[in-house]
């Protein structure tokens, strides 16, 4: 199937709004949960970086995509930030804010050495595992703020649910 985006999550409760918004259809459970329809792909890699490089590879000898999006939850160092709040980590200026984000491979429960706004496992993987000629972003929901509590399946949909609307004009059909 010929497809321009391929939108890639790293958790099945971040993938759900986004299969029910787009009414995608799954096409595949191994190696990784697949998902399309009419010009999008998604693709459901599981946590870290590893996993995360291997679904990549697996979907870009699948497709030849001209738009990547990654979209998922990130811890925040700001405890000002509310969780929920959407922030693009590649593009400045899209009607969204922005923010630094630094990869780490397991949770980060200390700021101490952190120098970006946001953590998350997959964000940095993502960038370097897709070729220079396709049109990448990140964006990045805020779901705790460095703290040992792992937000809930439904909060990680709704969060998810929500942001939709801010960064679905980027997904080409």
Known sequence: MRIQTLIHTAL???AKPIIGHFSLTCKAKQPFNLYEKEGIALIVSGMG??????????ALNLYEPSVAINIGIAGCVDKTVSKGTLFCTTHEGLGMPFASCSPHEKAV???????????DMEAGTFIQTLPKHIETYVFKVVSDH???VIPSKADVGNWIG????????????
Do not use: G, M, P, Q
């Open 12 to 14: 099945v409760a971040e």
């Open 49 to 58: 970086s590893a996993k995360t490089n291997e679904a990549l590879v697996y």
């Open 109 to 119: 429960e200390n700021a101490l050495h952190i120098k970006t706004t946001l953590v």
């Open 146 to 148: 460095l703290e040992d």
């Open 162 to 173: 929500k942001s939709i609307k801010a960064w679905e004009k980027y997904v080409r059909r």
